[in-house]
């Protein structure tokens, strides 16, 4: 029997791991951008359905509710049917989800298919990270999931800007459809050409076992590191919906409030791509994630610190570190080799699970603490949190990588370059 390590895509000439790399960020792209492009038309639905803008904003908070649930599925799902349909699936899915919310003919309608992109999204979203990293496992492995978390921000970016300049010159219908069939173009494309590494047969769909669930679920590192985003993840979710809202109050400035808005999205770009490169030539990634949330508290404390011309620089500082955290935090289930390739996308799956109870938990928290000792407690409270729980992480392994399993050494035979 000849032993080889399934994640090794040896036998792909080198250019193809960078053209999956491209199909993935694509998607990561089209995912926000329907994430975030419904919130351009919120004054418009809510003039046609009579609600007030709080009630308006339910449709992100149900969006992220499922999008925060249902990462698990979708990685089990990935593990069942393989990572091209299930890629293509969640985009399929979200864009359905946009498609139906501009037939939309009630405000409880709209929920429901806010509510369905939301669940696509969540399916793409940890196999999109499981994607990346069966290609480069090997080789500048935090570079690329840098690169692709970089793609997360510009659709967060293109999503509030671009398609508010498209829902100002059209509708809110017109804007969401736009996004819509830009993601049904992207699911297209992945499903297409989108492929796993020749010799690595069980991408293509295996069927889910005892085994692979223990190396996942019961994974000491995955849950830590699962409780040490927790802090990190919830409040960026926090700040970069309540920073504006936050600096109107102040009475700052419209262009300092709009700048920090914007750089708290953006900032991502260089922060992810910054952190996968440091990650891949110099710093051990746990070192990395400590520091990075720190940093991300640091400026989370600086928020009502700030005067009428430094508002944006805190932001900056949010969204630098929290990308940059986030890049790294990605690479920890596909550098452990106690995980099989086909695993990889349950392991992100519980991850994600873990951390977006922050995402729920804090920005409801800080609305309490500013209701009550204002609003200096809450930004106080958002860095405490994020600082205390990074510790989680000083309780795994140092080491990035752990010995193969035995479970894990298979006899494969090159397959061909697209999944069965």
């Known amino acids: 029997m000849r032993n080889e390590r399934p994640s090794t895509p040896t036998a792909d000439p080198p250019a193809t791991k960078w053209l999956m790399l491209a199909i993935v960020s694509a998607g990561f792209i089209v995912m926000t951008i329907n994430w975030f492009d419904i919130s351009t038309g919120f004054d418009d639905i809510g003039a046609e359905y009579h609600k007030a803008i709080p009630d308006v904003a339910f449709l992100i908070s149900i969006f992220v509710a499922a999008y925060g649930v249902l990462h698990i599925p979708g990685g089990l799902l990935a593990t069942k049917w393989g990572l091209r349909r299930t890629l293509a699936l969640g985009l399929a899915v979200e864009a359905a989800g946009a498609l139906l919310s501009a037939t939309s003919t009630s405000f409880a309608q709209l929920v429901l298919w806010r509510a369905l992109a939301g669940v696509g999204a969540s399916v793409f979203a940890a196999v999109g990270v499981a994607a990346v990293s069966i290609w480069f496992r090997e080789h500048q492995h935090a570079l690329a999931l840098g690169i692709s978390s970089a793609a997360f921000s510009v659709g967060t970016a293109l999503g509030l800007y671009t398609f508010g300049d498209i829902t100002a010159a059209t509708s809110w219908r017109t804007s969401i459809v736009i996004g819509g069939l830009v993601c ?89 791509i910054a952190a996968g490169w440091l990650a891949d030539r110099y710093v051990s990634p746990r070192t990395l994630f400590a520091v990075g949330a720190i940093l991300e508290a640091v400026s989370l404390a600086c928020v009502p610190l700030a005067g009428e011309h430094t508002f944006w620089l805190p932001a900056l500082g949010i969204g630098f570190m929290f990308n940059f955290v986030f890049a790294v935090w990605q690479t920890v289930p596909g550098n452990m080799r106690s995980i099989a390739p086909e695993n990889i996308g349950t392991a992100i799956g519980l991850m994600l699970t873990i951390s977006a109870i922050g995402g729920f938990v804090l920005p409801w928290a800080f609305g309490l603490i500013t209701d009550g000792p204002g609003y200096t407690a809450a930004w106080l409270f958002l860095a405490i949190v994020s600082a205390v729980t990074v510790g989680f992480c000083l309780f795994s392994r140092s080491r990035g990588r752990t010995a193969t399993p035995e479970h894990a050494i298979r006899d494969l035979n090159p397959v061909s370059g697209a999944e069965a």
């Open 184 to 272: 049904l173009a992207v699911a297209a494309v992945s499903l297409l050409f989108f492929r796993v590494p020749r010799g690595v047969g069980s991408l293509a769909g295996v069927e889910i076992t005892r085994e692979g669930l223990k190396q996942t679920f019961f994974n000491k590192d995955i849950w830590l590191y699962g409780l040490a985003f927790f802090g990190a993840y919830g409040a960026y979710l926090g700040a970069s919906q309540l920073i504006s809202g936050y600096g109107e109050d102040r009475g700052l400035p419209g262009g300092q409030v709009g700048a920090a808005a914007f750089l708290i999205g953006i900032a991502g770009v260089p922060g992810s």
